[in-house]
């Protein structure tokens, strides 16, 4: 369908088949790796080599293995919603195997390019989307001791290369010679660049009250139990973390924004002429995004890596045995819970795509530029006069801190009762489509 509404009529396959293109690429990668760590293979201090490379390695089997992973959930889901079953078959279970059944199909597939394609500029779109979304998780931390690089600036360090896949989604309409995919990548460089501003005021709420950039001393600050996460410190807060997840979905290309995309109008959007490998790497950059606006939002605002405990209750733990010390990060501080937190808004993400209808293009810039970006210009500073004249430790903070948890706890367990009522009642919401598996499956 993409080359019939593409402008030029006659469609032309790529010489060299999709399976010469990424080992090419990994050769040249790993080339450039080598010329880079040259000088340190002759230091003596080699252990930080080492780092280097077990952290390279470690993030890109998370995010691998996360996008993989989410896209069959992101199916389930969507599934479920629409009382369906989704994939079943794949690897048995609930079709658990279905994204690596897909991945081996993608990867053998051959590029296609339009007659008047930059060929160059095509290829080179879906790596530098998928770079800097792989790239960022350096910087993320999954706990104090879980960071591949803490830096001081680790929340700009972020903030620049999520914004930086914009050039991916630009170079990827422009060089497919396609009016859809060059009216997408438009869409997305027009809202991007505009949600950056609003998310970019919200962050700064949480800046001002903890004092740094850093993310792994943000995340400290909140290891005193549910009420000490940042969201519940005062109402302004809680409204910047609103605005913030808001922004993600905008940047993220997540309905009810997800208008780079929009199948109904766009066919695909910017990537509607991509196929195999390059393809899905457009996906696994964006479900890397996702969960990196989830994590983040989970640092800035409820609470990092540390559960609703006060950590302070299991700090004999830390240095007891093996065992004590699994047993401290599971119940009170440690990665699982930063991933679980991420996880959820992920699953937040999903179920506002499959629930909310696809806004105009005017609709979304109305929302960003006279609803949002006033909103948090002002939070912002109402939040700093707050910070001037109510003391930390006073009643007024203290009594704004209590009313906020509360919301947090309730809005907590509204959700919960939720899910617990349609796992409850399942068979007479829905019917008997979404639970009684086919034959077989």
């Known amino acids: 369908m993409a080359a019939c509404l593409s402008p030029v009529g006659a469609v032309r396959v790529g010489t060299g088949v999709q399976k010469f293109a990424f080992p090419i690429f990994l050769i040249l990668l790993l080339a450039s790796i080598a010329l880079a760590w040259a000088p340190a293979l002759l230091w003596p201090n080699k252990p930080l080599l080492v780092r280097d490379v077990l952290a390279v390695v470690g993030v890109v089997a998370f995010v691998s293995l996360f996008a993989m992973f989410a896209i069959w959930w992101e199916r389930k889901v969507a599934a479920r919603i629409q009382s369906r079953l989704g994939p079943m078959r794949v690897g048995g279970w609930h079709g658990w195997a279905q994204s690596l059944a897909d991945g081996l199909k993608l990867f053998q597939k051959e590029d296609i390019f339009l007659a008047g394609a930059d060929r160059p500029l095509?290829?080179?779109?879906?790596?530098?989307?998928?770079?800097?979304a792989l790239c960022l998780f350096l910087a993320l931390p999954f706990s104090t001791a879980w960071i591949a690089r803490d830096l001081d600036v680790g929340l700009i360090f972020i903030l620049a290369l999520l914004g930086l896949g914009v050039l991916g989604?630009?170079?990827?309409?422009?060089?497919?010679?396609?009016?859809?995919?060059?009216y997408g990548a438009?869409?997305?460089?027009?809202?991007?660049?505009s949600y950056e501003i609003p998310l970019g005021f919200a962050?700064?709420?949480?800046?001002?009250?903890?004092?740094?950039?850093?993310?792994t001393a943000i995340g400290d600050l909140q290891d005193a139990g549910f009420p000490s996460w940042l969201a519940f410190h005062n109402p302004f807060l809680l409204i910047a973390a609103v605005l913030f997840f808001v922004a993600t979905l905008a940047s993220c290309k997540r309905a009810p924004f997800d208008l780079p995309e929009a199948e109904s109008e766009l066919v695909a959007g910017y990537h509607t002429e991509y196929s195999g490998f390059r393809w899905a790497l457009f996906f696994f950059a964006e479900y890397a995004e996702m969960f990196a606006a989830g994590a983040l939002a989970a640092i800035l605002f409820f609470g990092a890596w540390h559960s609703p405990l006060p950590a302070e209750w299991g700090r004999t733990w830390r240095s007891g045995p093996l065992w004590q010390q699994a047993l401290h990060g599971?119940?009170?501080?440690?990665?699982?819970?930063?991933?679980?937190?991420g996880l959820f808004f992920v699953y937040v993400q999903m179920w506002l795509r499959w629930t909310l209808p696809r806004i105009r293009l005017d609709q979304v810039m109305y929302a960003c530029v006279q609803v949002m970006l006033p909103l948090a210009m002002l939070n912002l500073l109402a939040h700093a006069v707050w910070q001037w004249l109510v003391p930390a430790d006073s009643l007024l903070a203290q009594i704004a801190n209590g009313v906020c948890t509360a919301i947090g706890a309730v809005t907590i367990v509204a959700i919960l009762a939720t899910i617990a009522y349609g796992l409850f009642h399942r068979r007479r919401l829905v019917g008997t489509l979404v639970v009684d598996h086919r034959p077989g499956a």
């Open 122 to 132: 095509y290829r080179l779109a879906a790596y530098i989307a998928f770079v800097p």
């Open 330 to 341: 599971v119940l009170f501080s440690g990665p699982l819970w930063l991933i679980g937190k």
């Open 169 to 182: 989604v630009l170079l990827a309409g422009w060089a497919s010679n396609n009016k859809w995919s060059i």
């Open 186 to 193: 438009m869409r997305e460089a027009c809202q991007m660049i």
């Open 203 to 215: 962050l700064l709420v949480p800046i001002l009250t903890a004092g740094t950039l850093r993310l």
